[in-house]
């Protein structure tokens, strides 16, 4: 289902195989010629820059001519900065980007610089980005006719990643660290990458119902070894790794320390599979491309004896109905008036609804305190309480501009409301394992039975079908299958953690909210697949694969890549350099020899190590940058949120209004929209639209409102 069909793109300072050309081609748009004059863009539904207005504009491409000649073209840029804001003209590029945005100064080991994650991922991560806003714009001109400029910062979206430092700082005052092989969950360090007898794996031990029986799995195997075990008899329902008493943690790592070293990669992938103990082997590039589960998938594009990445996501048709004529709401955003009911849970649900409110969707969260999310249970900052949930600011920050309906689906009452509501919407959105849906007769076979022209998407670490796809996983299991965690870190020490915020539960939901409003535009009277509904398959391992194309393509041309700390082979020469103050640092970039001599010539006699030392961060950004060098000062979560003028200007948190937490700041979706702002509201708290779903969106009246109430159905 190729809901693009007919659409060209043309480029301006962007290469073809950009993954966000990947991505749109993916869908059935074609890219054409580099355009050299206005004229060049008469067939063009979309135009690519990968440099920003400021840098067109210096080109001879002025945005406002553009936009007065094509009035309906949907204009998108990538850039480092963005084209808004004081550093809007400033070189950049992945690594000093990444340095701006924050994730930087927390990849690698607390003894050495800062290390960035394999390949390009914060751009890859914007491009996804990019691709939701372009999609919602070109839904949007569907109705009015009109395009508009999309505006996206890479460094913008990696802060945007880091929301557990964000929350950390607003509430606490506190800073995450590099923490090598592990990750920062709040007040915890949690370990997560482990040798093996021949490689490494990937494992954390994870809070709540979710996690409780692969750590149970992970205790009884280690008992069944005969190593010490300090797990036995924990009752992990009541784990909290945020709160777990940090000498209990050091114990309980050493003692799996050991075990994993006893074990083998082919038995953390055949036995611990078996177990469930969500443990997951660190693979390579030559791995991924024998990886039987993304062969089953017909994952791979075939091309000239090279096996690529192919699609993003998994679209399957559904039948062709009568779709209603989706019309502007109430609300500002380019999704204004499109319904949205939402099933999903933690990141990748919690991010995807939070992506399309934030563009103007109603979106109504169904959720239940029986199994609340994670991020209403999850303690990771002082103001918050194991009792309460709805003082969670990681849940307000993930779940803005959304409804709550709090309800016990496992009750057969529970379909009074449910089965109206999935006539209402024009998207359904879930993320449990696969299988769950249909349990609840909520599959999509299900639904498209009373509303057949619903969009439904449905995320999860393997997809919907293939050998691994009712297995379970989490973030960092797309960072490890993928080959990202092996080509993290530096050439003499294990792999890292790719980024010590997570990475995969936060670029598969702007996938997945890209997916669905170019498949809602196509569904639009006059689009290539009018009246017509579809089932959108993302899987995080995919999609992590799909960031790691230049790393498969090279392994296949005899050229496979090994971790290289900071080293890139597109530039001339770059790193990570310490400056004067304590773990301070600032990332250069250079394109050339010229420049390299120009830096050398700054630092005189001293080796550049011993003169980046003595030197103010941003007093060297300052002077490299007016040379033309690219560089940026490693940031922490203080700089970004207290002293960053460009993320202040591009309004990179909004302020709402929290009823039990105050006033704070909230990351927005980040994007830009010339011709239809974003305006997001507050999370809400549990059930707080109970009634008002009932009565007026599922027709109940208010006595059998209160009667299923006293019931128990909205819990």
Known sequence: MKVLAGHNIALLSLAADRPLVRYLESLGAVCSAAPTTLDDLSAASFLLDGSGLPALASQGWQHSEIAQRFPALVHVSVSSFGSVGPNAALAGGEL??????????????????????????????????????????????????????????????????????????????????????????????????WPLADGWCFHSLMTGRFGAPANQGLSDWMDEVGVDNPLQGVDWLSYNRSTLDSAIRARWEAAIEHFFRTRSKHEIATEGRRRGINACVVADPADVLQDAHLQARNFWDEQSGMRLPGRFVSVRPGESGSARTVNSGSRAGPLSGVRVLDFSWALVGSITTKTLGDLGADVIKVESRTRPCLSRIDVQVSASSATSLDDKPWFAHLNSSKRSLALDMKRKEARELLDPLLKWADVVVENFSPGTMAKLGLDYDSIRQANPSVVMISGSVYGQTGPLAHEWGVDGTGGALSSRTYLTGWPDRDPIVPGAVPYGDVIVPFVMA????????????????????????????????????????????????????????????????????????????L???????????????????????????????????????????????????????????????????????????????PLQLSATPLEPYRAPAIGEHNEEIACELAGLSTERYQQLQEAGVFK
């Open 96 to 193: 000093v980007a990444s340095a701006m945005g924050g994730t930087l100064r927390l990849t690698g080991e607390p003894d050495r610089a800062p290390v960035k994650e394999a390949l390009d991922a914060c751009t890859f991560h914007a491009d996804m980005v990019a691709a939701a806003g372009a999609m919602a714009a070109h839904f949007d001109r569907t109705r009015t006719g009109k395009g508009q400029h999309v505006d996206v910062s890479i460094q913008e979206v990696a802060f945007n990643r880091s929301v557990s430092s964000i929350l950390g700082w607003q509430f606490d005052k506190r800073k995450l660290a590099r923490v090598g092989g592990a990750l920062n969950y709040g007040r915890a360090t949690v370990r997560c990458i």
């Open 514 to 589: 890209a997916t669905a409003a170019a498949t809602l535009a196509a569904r639009q009277p006059g689009g290539s697949s009018a009246g017509q509904g579809a089932h959108i398959d993302a899987s995080m391992y995919e999609i992590c694969v799909q960031q790691m194309y230049p790393a498969i393509r090279a392994t296949q041309l005899g050229e496979p890549p090994q971790r290289s700390g900071n080293d890139d082979p597109h530039r001339y020469r770059q790193g990570v350099w310490p400056t004067a103050g304590d773990d301070r640092w600032i990332a250069i970039s």
């Open 591 to 669: 394109q050339d020899e010229a420049q390299w001599q120009s830096l050398c010539a700054l630092a005189g006699s001293e080796d550049i190590t011993t003169w980046t030392a003595q030197q103010d961060a941003h007093e060297l950004m300052g002077n490299l940058q007016a040379r033309g060098i690219a560089a940026g000062v490693v940031q922490d979560i203080e700089d970004l949120m207290e002293h960053d003028e460009t993320l202040r200007a591009r309004g990179a948190l909004v302020t709402l209004k929290h009823p039990v937490l105050g006033p704070f700041g909230h990351v927005r979706t």
